[in-house]
């Protein structure tokens, strides 16, 4: 018998979840984000539940690579452009669209001599993290546009806070006033931009959170955004205790019963990607009930409360996410994100594509 534990990826809610992203801008083309790994989801069902893209955006060029031979034939987005010359070659040889955000890599595409690549200009509206001085984004098209290394030049920028209300004014006012009258294609917005910011939808957005079913909202539910989960995590009951009042769970006996209760112990634990830092009452379903951790998470096991579930024992369905416990409510609980759950799945853990 396999360890209990895997995580299944929902063809059929990758889709759903792409087409509500089309739903909500229409005409706007559609990079689905698929880096590190399609966000954990495995990069198959990527390409399988994203046949409907206009585009696939990662950054690993390895893994772009493997988009190809998957059978991927549309446009691919670096979305950190080349890291050195050896990758402005691959992107010739297998077409690949290049982020340029430092005009380091511009010499880089000066000695190419393969077929055009198209380029995508990021200018640093005030995240500070990529891309180029809005001053110099003239300049700089027109010096791309020159080189025979290169076909189209679109411009884009990356938002810091379009998850909070009015929180990307500032850099869409610094881009608008950037790229006014150059020619080109236009690309600002994330799942968030997507959602909540019309004006940011430009010719192409690059959603990626909310492809795969979690909520770029700290206030708003996947399900309220008409998402669905597309990974669930589950596992089983390895085995069960009956705890006396004062009996402790796990390591630094940070649990301790209130009275006789029964307690059940999962297969999956922070080796799994169970995050470490779930504290006690952190949403669990076990046969179809919903209840709560106890006590710290293990490397490889996690204890649960059983009162609410006197029919679970050893063998019973344990889901530590997906459809009835929303991972964003996982995340919540261990104060971090959707994002950093979904991506953090092991490779130990078996994932099956599933519909
Ligand atoms: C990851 C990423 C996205 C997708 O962001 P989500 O919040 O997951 O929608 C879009 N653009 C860039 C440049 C990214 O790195």
Request: net charge negative; aromatic share 6%; glycine share 10%.
């Amino acid at each position: 018998m396999p360890r209990p534990v895997s995580a299944s990826v929902s063809l059929t809610a990758l889709a759903h979840n792409l087409a509500e992203a089309r739903r909500r801008a229409p005409g706007t083309r559609i990079w689905a984000v698929v880096k590190a790994h399609a966000y954990g989801h495995g990069l198959p069902a990527a390409i399988r539940g994203f046949t409907g893209a206009d585009g696939l955006a990662l950054l690993e060029f390895d893994n772009a690579r493997r988009l190809r031979a998957l059978g991927w034939r549309g446009p691919i987005l670096m979305l950190e452009g080349p890291f050195g010359p050896d990758d402005v070659a691959m992107a010739g040889e297998i077409g690949l669209s290049l982020v340029i955000h430092d005009t380091t890599q511009i010499e880089w595409l000066r000695g190419h001599e393969g077929k055009a690549i198209d380029i995508w200009l990021k200018l640093n509206t005030g995240m500070n993290r990529l891309g180029i001085d809005p001053e110099i984004t003239a300049a700089t098209q027109r010096e791309l546009a020159l080189l025979p290394a290169v076909g189209t030049v679109s411009l884009m920028t990356h938002l810091a806070d379009a998850d909070r209300p009015g929180g990307a004014a500032a850099q869409l006012e610094r881009f608008d006033r950037a790229t006014l009258d150059l020619p080109g294609s236009r690309s600002v917005a994330n799942s968030a931009a997507l959602i909540d910011l019309p004006q940011a939808h430009r010719h192409w957005a690059r959603p990626g959170i909310m492809l795969y079913g979690s909520s770029p909202f700290a206030d708003r539910s996947a399900a309220s955004l008409g998402l669905r989960a597309a990974m669930t995590l589950r596992s089983e009951l390895i085995g069960t205790q009956t705890l006396k009042e004062g009996d402790t769970v796990g390591y630094g006996s940070t649990f301790t019963a209130p009275g006789p209760m029964r307690i059940g112990i999962v297969a999956c634990g922070y080796a799994d990607g169970y995050p470490r830092h779930a504290p006690t009452g952190t949403p669990v379903d076990v046969a179809g009930v919903r209840t709560r951790t106890l006590g710290r998470v293990s490397m490889d096991m996690l204890a649960i409360d059983l009162e609410p579930a006197p029919d679970a024992g050893v063998g019973s369905a344990v889901e530590l996410w997906g459809e009835h416990v929303p991972v964003d409510e996982v995340a919540a609980s261990a104060g971090t994100l959707g994002y950093e759950l979904l991506c953090a799945v092991a490779p130990r853990v078996p994932m099956h594509v599933v519909d």
